[in-house]
């Protein structure tokens, strides 16, 4: 077709004469010339081509004459003849091929037809095969009539019918196989089938034989010993109806070997148990899931399954590798145990032995559930059994082992293993359950989960049964507490005996702070002294103790240990310390325990706790102290007073102020569940707090009463010249302040400087108002004692002048500050001359604008008595203006 178009196309046609048609040489080719792979329209132009040119050579050796001229011009026609020969062959075939393709494309049409004719026929077939399933089904249903309900009842009858024939092929069995226990005493057709029956025959038989127990348990207490059955009404001479067996006195049928059935059937049942838990044996060391799954299902009906159960696990190569290892002492350094038991060292963590144990635990569950879900169909119960033999076994004994040891070593290394170790188990539960175990990759089921969590309670229940936890907890932080006030004790018990001797009255006050601190000193003194106490824990008590060798030494022989003035002061280390290890006691409560029911009632105890140590032993024997060196200082006042014990109180409010926080940011949150309990300790705390605030301001008061005496006593001190100089005294700037505005400015700034250091806020500012109105006081009556010249007016204003400065170098509220324009005025009477004192008085008390508002007049005039100049006529007319 290619080759005709391309033929077709060529704008030379060659017109045909009968002469050429005739000598044309002609190539004969078919459709399978075109047909072929091979076929290629280049070839075939070139074969027409050559074929017409060997035609026209042969031409040329006709004529010998023109072959020059043949050689010299190209002949074009036996190439069109060739050409049109071909053209003609090629218009042929294409007719022909043109009538093929209309006939099959007739064809085709004809098949298209009928095939879509079919399929139509066959689509409604489809359907009416559709239809008529629906409804049969509808039929069977029961939604159309009661052919459903009919073929279900017959469906349910053949069921019961098979259900019945197999009990009666059983019943059969069974009566076969009593037959045989009761004449011939064995049971060889049931052990014919134990052994032919494989891993189904040994299920059956377990079956039948518990059935034929419980047989011969029925049968056996019908019959009365003493009476003879009957057979047709005929009694035999020897009451047994003719029957070679005898009976046992309960009745059973006794052959004359003296077997019972019951005798028989229970040996056949125990020799059939054995079997099967040999059997399981083997297939489990040849890892035979299939094998021990059939085994255990036979033995389901023997005691429940318990004793394949415990085949399983006691001959579990886990219990075997441990059963030596669990009994091993503890390897633990020494080191690890000093950290445990070191109150201010974080804690080492789990005992390495008992977390190696714990892990394999971990790992040995997670593979061993494999095996039991895969060769038991009763699978949970088998694995709660080994769970609950590896908490009771493996890892209770290690535990107790653990914290023993740590109980030998002090109180506080057995809760920190106590916590450590309950922490890392019940990490362990987790993993456990978010593993699945035998639901892996689901996590465990409710029943594994409900034993695990019985299992985690139930080993460490005994160390929380009813306040054992708590004690513990109260008897470290107690030892703690003792241990690092020890010292502190001793001091202020050393401080008293010495008071005691000089002072009865001293000795009385804060009877009970007294008698706690004594307490404490002697009781842990004997617990030093103690001969069962483990080295361990007597060095770590030393330790925290701060005593050495050779104080442990004089204790022991009753000497006395040295202490130094550092020892009986407060310190904020020690608080937080103490304060610490309440919190580690806190939260290691919250975590044990879980913050049940019974965590306000262990707070209150915490917080009994707190108050006793901290408070009592601590802060309030620190108070008691400064309060005796206030008492001691007040009653020697011939010198002037030491007041340094009042840099003191600001480590005890600091003491006081951590201590409240700790209440109400700890204790008091964690008892708010118990209204009484939180009650109660918000009660306790506020008059322990009331307690202390008292015990300070009293401290704070009888410091001001000491300074105003001292100060009283300085003032008392000031000469009567000071202020009357003779005329020839030459005064310099620097000696216008009189000594004894020097002396009571430089205690005062001292107290001062003592104040600002132990107190602050509205502490401060109370306690410097309350030394300023005192010290006012003093100066306003202190100024209407001495006869003042006009020179020594300038010394009185000087010295008003600087002790206006120290009042304003305190800080003082503004409403103080009339009184300071009170003192200026004072001096300015003995300074101003008697016209300008006139004008300056006039309006005193009247409410105009004077610097003594608010100042009577009366009140003035001590004042201006005491000008030397009062006897004049001007200071006169003042005087009776006045």
């Given at each position: ?105 007739g064809s085709v049409r004809r098949a298209e037809g009928q095939h ?692 304003r170098s305190w800080n003082l509220p503004m409403s103080f500050e ?65």
């Amino acid at each position: 077709m290619a080759l005709r178009n391309a033929v077709e196309a060529t704008p030379y046609q060659a017109t045909r004469s009968p002469s050429l048609q005739t000598t044309r040489n002609t190539q004969t080719f078919t459709l399978d010339t075109f047909s072929s792979k091979d076929f290629i329209v280049k070839d075939f132009v070139e074969s027409l081509s050559d074929a017409a040119t060997s035609t026209r050579r042969s031409g040329q050796g006709l004529s010998s004459t023109n072959a020059y001229q043949a050689n010299q011009a190209f002949d074009p026609k036996p190439l069109i003849r060739t050409f049109e020969s071909a053209l003609s062959r090629l218009k042929t075939l294409s007719e022909d091929l043109e009538s093929r393709e209309n006939e099959l494309s007739g064809s085709v049409r004809r098949a298209e037809g009928q095939h879509n004719s079919n399929v139509k026929s066959r689509e409604r077939e489809l359907e009416k095969a559709i239809d008529s399933f629906q409804r049969l089904e509808r039929t069977l249903d029961g939604d159309g009539d009661v052919g459903g309900n009919a073929a279900m009842r017959i469906g349910e009858r053949l069921e019961e019918l098979d259900r019945q024939r197999q009990r009666a092929q059983d019943a059969k069995f069974i009566l076969h196989c009593w037959l045989e226990v009761s004449e011939r005493g064995d049971l060889s057709t049931l052990e014919d089938v134990r052994k032919t029956g494989g891993g189904d025959g040994k299920v059956r038989c377990a079956h039948i034989a518990r059935q034929l127990l419980r047989i011969s348990q029925r049968i056996g207490p019908q019959v009365d010993g003493s009476s003879a059955p009957q057979t047709n009404g005929v009694h035999f001479a020897n009451g047994t109806n003719g029957d070679s067996r005898d009976r046992s006195p309960g009745g059973n049928l006794r052959r004359k070997d003296g077997k019972t059935p019951r005798e028989v059937i229970e040996k056949f049942l125990e020799m059939l148990e054995k079997d099967l838990l040999r059997s399981f044996d083997e297939f489990y060391r040849r890892q035979n899931f299939d094998g021990m799954r059939e085994c255990a299902t036979a033995l389901r009906d023997f005691s429940d399954g318990n004793s394949v159960i415990s085949l399983f696990v006691n001959q579990h190569q886990f219990f075997i590798d441990r059963s030596q290892l669990v009994t091993e002492e503890l390897t633990t350094d020494t080191d690890t145990w000093d950290r445990l038991a070191d109150p201010d060292v974080d804690p080492p963590g789990v005992e390495p032995s008992l977390q190696s144990l714990i892990d394999e635990v971990k790992m040995v569950a997670q593979e061993e559930s494999f095996i039991i879900k895969r060769a038991f169909p009763y699978y949970d119960e088998v694995l709660a059994r080994f769970i609950q033999r590896v908490f009771q076994q493996s890892i209770q004994q290690r535990l107790e082992m653990v914290l023993n040891k740590a109980d030998d070593v002090s109180s506080l290394a057995f809760l920190r293993s106590l916590q450590a170790s309950r922490s890392y188990i019940a990490a362990l539960v987790e993993d456990l359950k978010a593993h699945g175990l035998t639901e892996h990759p689901e996590p465990v089921s409710s029943v594994i989960a409900a034993v695990l969590d019985q299992q985690l309670d139930e080993l460490f229940i005994p160390y929380f049964t009813g306040s054992s936890y708590i004690e513990r907890e109260k008897r470290n932080l107690s030892e703690l507490c003792e241990g690092l006030l020890f010292k502190f004790t001793l001091y202020h018990s050393k401080r008293r005996k010495g008071q005691a001797s000089s002072n009865t009255y001293i000795t009385a006050i804060s009877q009970r702070a007294k008698d706690w601190t004594s307490n404490a000193r002697e009781v842990y003194t004997e617990r030093l002294n103690n001969m069962d106490l483990p080295e361990n824990q007597k060095r770590i008590m030393l330790r925290v103790a701060r005593l050495g060798e050779k104080d442990h030494a004089n204790l022991k022989s009753e000497k006395d240990v040295d202490v130094t003035d550092e020892d009986g002061q407060l310190s904020l280390p020690f608080t937080k310390r103490m304060l610490r290890w309440l919190a580690e006691g806190v939260g290691r409560g919250l975590e044990l325990t879980g913050g049940g029911n019974e965590t306000p009632k262990e707070m209150r105890e915490l917080h009994q706790l707190l108050i006793a140590n901290m408070g009592e032993i601590y802060l309030e024997t620190a108070l008691d102290a400064a309060n005796d060196a206030a008492t001691a200082a007040e009653s020697n006042i011939r010198s002037e007073p030491d007041l340094t014990y009042i840099t003191d109180l600001r480590s005890a409010i600091s003491v006081l102020h951590l201590m409240l926080t700790t209440i109400q940011v700890l204790l008091l949150p964690l008892a708010a569940s118990n209204l009484t309990v939180h009650r109660e300790l918000e009660k306790r705390t506020n008059d322990f707090i009331e307690r202390m605030e008292n015990k300070i301001d009293a401290i704070l008061q009888r410091t001001i009463d000491i300074a105003m005496t001292w100060t009283s006593k300085l003032l008392s001190q000031q000469r009567k010249i000071d202020f009357r100089p003779r005329d020839d005294t030459n005064l310099q700037l620097d000696q216008l302040q009189t000594p004894t505005c020097q002396h009571v400015v430089t205690f005062l700034s001292r107290l001062q400087s003592r104040a600002s250091t132990a107190l602050s806020g509205r502490a401060l500012e109370s306690f410097s108002l309350e030394l300023a109105l005192g010290l006012r006081t003093l100066l306003v009556a202190h100024f209407k004692s001495y006869q003042v010249s006009l020179t020594g007016a300038l010394l009185v204003s000087k010295d008003i002048t600087r002790y206006i400065q120290l009042f304003r170098s305190w800080n003082l509220p503004m409403s103080f500050e009339p009184s300071l324009e009170v003192l200026t005025e004072i001096a300015s009477i003995f300074v101003i001359g008697p016209e300008a004192l006139r004008d300056r008085l006039r309006n005193v008390g009247g409410g105009g604008s004077g610097g003594l508002q608010g100042v009577e007049k009366t009140d003035l005039r001590p004042y201006v008595l005491r000008r030397e100049d009062s006897g004049t006529i001007g200071v006169q007319a003042v005087l009776n203006a006045l």
